[in-house]
């Protein structure tokens, strides 16, 4: 079943930056602002994704269970979508960490079902790289 995390971003604002005592992640907006056409093609269908994100790991501290890196230049894919309140928080406070503000929220928007077609026929690709020994 599909779980929305549209309201829950559209609510973040005051909610606190995972890993800071004093920060919060502020309005969306400000760094949900990566493009689709820079997606990683890793990023597993759905509303979050990365696009170009930074080299600096910070994503997988938040969000281990959502976020992994690809080993080229250690950009951030969202592997798993999230499927609650704080899931969402988690992944959230994963894009607000990137400073280059390369993740979006408006996966759904893009995917169609020929691309998501697309992407599942490819799907032995992404297990063997993720099941590659010492990734990451």
Known sequence: MYWDPMPTI???AD????GTK?????EPHTYLRGQWEEREWRNIPGPLY???????????LVAPNH???????????????PSNPHET?????AARSD??????????????????????????RLTEWLDKPNRN
């Open 99 to 124: 400073p280059y503000f390369a993740y979006a929220c408006d996966g759904d928007h893009h995917w169609t079902l020929e691309l998501i077609r697309e992407w599942w026929a490819g799907r032995a």
């Open 22 to 26: 004093s920060h919060v992640l502020g």
């Open 67 to 81: 976020v992994t890196y690809e080993e080229d230049w250690g950009s951030e894919v969202v592997f798993r979508q």
């Open 10 to 12: 559209a609510a973040s």
């Open 89 to 93: 928080h988690q992944v959230l406070s």
């Open 50 to 60: 990365g696009a170009n994100t930074d080299s600096c790991w910070v994503g997988r």
């Open 15 to 18: 909610l606190p930056l995972i």
